[in-house]
Nanobody
Framework: QVQLVESGGGFVQPGGSLRLSCAASGRILSNYAIGWFRQAPGKEREFVTAISWSDGNRYYAAFVKGRFTISRDNTKSTVYLQMNSLKPEDTAVYYC????????????????WGQGTQITVSS
């Protein structure tokens, strides 16, 4: 079992920055990927980014366009999502997830999910 706890959400003005954290506990296997997804009201959950726990390879959704950066600190079992140049359309609940997905961008491939943290981008 793996437990994931997100933190760092909040309210920010357009163009601002936030850093989310995903603290993992339990048995994190070396072949796990940790992904970030988001879900806006009335929309489906969508892939944002993912990182391989073992080698740190990173994967991003196209809409990230260099604004977001995922990183990990294995010593703290924590994954971070640095978000810069935030836009109102980035408003959503952000979730981190862990698992061994066949395709990292598909939510159904992840076995464990955090409770989510709200990001609101507005002037």
């Amino acid at each position: 079992q793996v437990q994931l706890v997100e933190s760092g959400g909040g309210f920010v003005q357009p163009g601002g920055s936030l850093r989310l954290s995903c603290a993992a506990s339990g048995r994190i296997l070396s072949n796990y990927a940790i992904g970030w997804f988001r879900q806006a009201p009335g929309k489906e959950r969508e892939f944002v980014t993912a990182i391989s726990w073992s080698d740190g390879n990173r994967y991003y959704a196209a809409f990230v366009k260099g604004r977001f950066t995922i990183s990990r600190d294995n010593t703290k079992s924590t994954v971070y999502l640095q978000m810069n140049s935030l836009k109102p359309e980035d408003t959503a609940v952000y979730y981190c997830a862990a698992g061994v997905p066949a395709l990292r961008s598909l939510a159904k491939g992840y076995d464990y999910w955090g409770q989510g943290t709200q990001i609101t981008v507005s002037s």
